[in-house]
């Protein structure tokens, strides 16, 4: 549950050992490069070079492109094509400022809503997330723990801001990996257990201040500062990938 990521058809569902089609090892590939830092924000995505290095044809290349704007990974630009989309530090505040209000506004409807199958379904989600943290794949990693702020929104089963929050997920999922420090993991399964002994409790006080520390934590722990642009060898960057 909870792999309807905006692109809708899974191509970021990559869980490691997964048989995948070519463009969804190729959108899994670009985001793994990204969540190690060998893609910086501001690199151009050259269909051709890209073509050539994953050995598949242009339109392939260019539908795997697509999909990653849709999540808000990739900015397609008129002139120079595709490029790992930029997040400013303005933006990256404002889409923490956007989860704070509806993720502890949601608190009440949280607790009202979560049925015994609900918390089983957040547990099971941990065991996800803590199988991330030791899979060394930081991309799968980051999607799961993101997923498990989506599947908050689920249990409330409002569609309206379900469907808020999973935009809200990718561009906060892309402003992590291109600003977290690498010794830091705030979004992790400790933090969000923390959260799940308050919805067992029926404490919505409690939750919504331990979602509000929690947010609070994980824009902390992001060193955020406007980074300059810098020519990328897409060949070094997915060699031996
Ligand atoms: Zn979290």
Request: aromatic letters at 6%; charged letters at 25%.
């Given at each position: 549950m909870g792999k309807a990521r905006t692109n809708g058809r899974g191509l970021g569902a990559a869980a490691a050992g997964t048989p995948q089609s070519p463009e969804a090892e190729i959108y899994h590939k670009i985001h793994v490069a990204i969540a190690e830092h060998r893609l910086l924000p501001g690199a151009r995505l050259v269909e051709d070079q890209l073509g050539e290095v994953f050995g598949v044809s242009r339109m392939r290349i260019r539908s795997v492109l697509h999909s990653l704007a849709r999540d808000k990974v990739v900015t397609l630009q008129r002139?120079?094509?595709?490029?790992?989309a930029h997040p400013t530090v303005k933006e990256a505040k404002e889409v923490f400022a956007a989860r704070r209000l509806i993720e502890v506004a949601m608190a009440p409807d949280i607790v009202r809503a979560a049925d015994d199958a609900a918390v089983r379904r957040l547990k099971d989600h941990i065991k996800k997330e803590k199988k991330g943290e030791h899979s060394h794949d930081r991309a799968f990693e980051l999607k799961a723990s993101h997923e498990f702020h989506t599947l908050l929104a689920e249990i409330v089963g409002n569609r309206v801001v379900v469907g808020f929050l999973r935009e809200l997920m990718a561009r906060s999922s892309l402003i992590t990996a291109i600003?977290?420090?690498?010794?830091?993991?705030?979004?992790?399964h400790l933090a969000h257990s923390n959260l799940i002994k308050f919805i067992e409790r029926r404490d919505a006080e409690g939750l919504a201040a331990a979602m509000l520390q929690h947010l609070h934590q994980i824009e902390s722990d992001l060193v955020l500062f406007d980074r300059g642009e810098q020519p990328t060898d897409l060949k070094s960057v997915f060699a031996g990938s």
């Open positions: 002139n120079r094509g595709a490029v790992v600003y977290e420090r690498p010794d830091v993991s705030s979004c992790s």
